[in-house]
């Protein structure tokens, strides 16, 4: 350790800093240096940000704005810092987060360490049978309306560590540099995208939602997963009540509710018999409404329960139809295999978590896409669809583990 800085920062935390910021991946900020780069001058690099950051002259650069199109239309700008500042973030993420975690709430699931999103359904399916009403919400552009202020407040609280309050502080001051080269400086927010915002981001609705909730309205457990939460009621008059309370509380943290995807839900089954308009609500990509499902008698009966949402389904047809498989007849089946098994398997093992039948839809789409490839390949094959078909449904019952949705039985008809 060099007595002479100021600040004492561990050399090693800046390697491990660098090490969990390869393993994310990302893209170049607007130095325009890849991560392939920076390694290649990785110890002259490292030491550089852990001199800066122990001498209190380490100054984030500029934050690279990339508009992202959003799946219900408009546009969400992301932030992307350098490799060297999501280093740096890094650092004092490792520092910071041990010192808020034990804080946070249990039922709080978004970006947090040994927490998933699988967890926050598992509960939310639970509760939605124990309780007859659910209020969905989301917060309108919470990243872009943070209030430093009160972040800062929070963070103080939690840690008197000089130098990560400084950075933080600098972080979340450090310009957007825009699409069109101007720069664009900032009053409140926290750029999505950035290294140590999502913690910031929990610490701030820790204090705005949680805690609030805990003292406020102990009765009503909820799942919340960054801004995007369920809270689950008895009563509809109830839900209504606490729709009008969240919105002023919101209101005192400077941040509002989403209209478009806030609602009151009524979770209908075979045992609840009110009327009410909404009986359905997405949550983390699945959409939890009535579903005839069959007990263990092998009787059938309606159950609130979630499955994969048409607009998952969706994202995941588009994301096959990009691959464009019928255009890479220099492949083998194998090698198709071996590019979109990985995907496949992370769609079976989240979406496929809870009334996994409502994914097969999908696999079949799979399934035509690999029978388009098999027609361009082969020649014989070429006009014929069904021998098409038939050669490909050959080969799945002959080998059903070289594709991932084979092995769950949504194999082409071998005749």
């Avoid at 990243?143 to 502080?169: C, G, P």
């Avoid at 075979?270 to 579903?291: A, M, V, W």
Wanted: with cysteine.
């Amino acid at each position: 350790m060099d007595k002479t800085k100021p600040y004492e920062i561990s050399k090693h935390v800046v390697l491990e800093a660098f090490q969990r910021v390869k393993a994310n991946k990302g893209a170049a900020g607007i130095d325009d240096e890849s991560l392939e780069a920076f390694e290649a001058n990785l110890k002259n690099n490292l030491y550089k940000i852990w001199n800066r950051m122990s001498s209190g002259s380490y100054f984030p650069p500029p934050v690279k704005a990339v508009e992202i199109p959003k799946k219900n239309g408009g546009k969400r700008i992301l932030g992307v810092p350098t490799v060297a500042d999501r280093v740096a973030q890094m650092v004092v993420k490792i520092y910071f987060e041990p010192t808020v975690e034990p804080y946070f709430h249990p039922d709080s699931y978004g970006y947090r360490p040994r927490k998933s999103a699988v967890d926050a359904l598992t509960v939310t399916r639970q509760r939605c049978w124990k309780y007859d009403w659910v209020l969905e919400f989301d917060i309108k552009g919470l990243f872009d309306n943070i209030d430093h202020e009160l972040l800062m407040k929070a963070v103080r609280k939690h840690t008197d560590n000089s130098w990560v309050i400084l950075y933080i502080q600098r972080w979340l001051q450090a310009p957007f540099h825009m699409p069109d080269g101007t720069a664009k400086e900032r009053t409140k927010g926290t750029p999505q995208g950035g290294v140590i915002s999502p913690v910031l981001a929990n610490l701030f609705l820790h204090y705005a939602f949680d805690v609030w909730m805990s003292r406020d309205h102990q009765d009503k457990p909820f799942e919340r997963y960054a801004d995007d939460a369920v809270v689950h009621c008895r009563s509809k008059e109830e839900a209504e009540r606490l729709y009008e309370s969240l919105k002023k509380r919101l209101a005192e943290c400077g941040l509002e509710l989403h209209p478009d995807k806030t609602r009151i839900v009524y979770c209908k089954d075979d045992d609840r018999r009110e009327s009410y308009p909404e009986i359905s609500f997405d949550f983390l990509g699945y959409t939890f409404r009535p579903r005839r499902s069959k007990n263990k008698y092998g009787k059938y009966f309606i159950n609130f329960t979630p499955a994969v949402s048409n607009k998952a389904k969706k994202a995941m047809r588009q994301t096959v139809h990009d691959w464009r498989m019928h255009l890479k007849p220099d492949k083998t089946l194998e090698d198709l295999s071996r590019m979109f098994n990985p995907v496949i398997r992370g769609w079976l093992n989240y979406y496929g978590r809870f009334y996994k039948s409502e994914l097969y839809s999908v696999f079949v789409h799979i399934n035509q896409a690999l029978v388009r490839w098999v027609r361009r390949t082969y020649k014989k094959c070429k006009r014929h669809h069904r021998r098409a078909t038939y050669w490909l449904g050959s080969i799945a019952r002959r080998d059903s583990k070289l594709f991932v949705h084979w092995q769950v039985g949504v194999r082409p008809a071998a005749g």
